[in-house]
């Protein structure tokens, strides 16, 4: 069965610091797909990066980028210059290609310092 | 568009009593999913609906369950409520269901409380 892993409950930065939040995954699958969703204290989930298992290229969204290291099965989160907006639960999610079943890790509550 | 609604926003019950949650998906989106959230447990997945038919479900007993009508709206039901039920219920809507390729829509969730 697939597991997602992650490994910090809890982690701060200073605000404009760059902070990288740590995923790893077991999968026995070639072909699969890997999310980090952002939960604020509204409790709703926002999508914040996706990454193709099949794709080498580390995905980028403005200020969020993934180190995926397929080999390592990890997948981690750089935020950039973070803002107090940034604060949030970050969960690290993955899906078999095929299987729309969705497992979550069980979150990185970040806190970001003024 | 609006946003995937969720009603209600808060619910408290008693245990041994059933509850019914109740979900809107994003205008066109026909793919309903339903995640449990506990401070142990973490996000869950409980089951996804497409075209008012269940295509996936989770590890969760029968106690749990759900239906999607016409237009897309979902329920959610949970019968002979336990104290371990007490969680944020998130519903989330995708156009297909396809959510490796697309992207999912979470709504705010429902806060259930069981006494």
């Known amino acids: 069965a697939q597991t997602v892993t992650q490994s910090q409950p809890e982690m701060s930065v200073q605000e404009a610091e760059t902070v990288t939040l740590s995923c790893t995954y077991d999968t026995s699958e070639s072909d699969y797909y890997l999310f980090w969703y952002k939960q604020p204290p509204s409790r709703q989930m926002i999508l914040v990066i996706r990454q193709e298992a099949y794709k080498q290229q580390n995905a980028t969204e403005n200020r969020f980028s993934v180190n995926f290291q397929k080999a390592a099965k990890s997948f981690s989160l750089k935020i950039s210059d973070s803002q107090l907006g940034d604060a949030a639960m970050y969960f690290c999610a993955y899906i078999t290609a095929g299987d729309d079943k969705i497992i979550f890790g069980k979150g990185t509550r970040l806190h970001i310092l003024p | 568009k609006a946003g995937v609604t969720q009603t209600p926003r808060y619910l408290i019950k008693t245990r041994g009593q059933q509850v019914t949650l109740s979900c809107s998906p994003i205008s066109g989106h026909r793919s309903v999913s339903w995640y449990q959230q506990t401070p142990g447990q973490g996000l869950q997945f409980l089951f996804e609906y497409f075209s008012e038919t269940q295509r996936n479900k989770g590890n969760f007993p029968g106690r749990f369950s759900g239906r999607q009508f016409s237009n897309s709206r979902s329920e959610m039901n949970v019968s002979t409520l336990e104290l371990g039920d007490s969680a944020l219920y998130l519903c989330?809507?995708?156009?297909?269901?396809?959510?490796?390729?697309?992207?999912?829509?979470f709504g705010p969730g429902t806060r259930l409380l069981v006494l």
């Open positions: 989330a809507s995708s156009l297909q269901g396809a959510l490796a390729q697309e992207t999912q829509y």
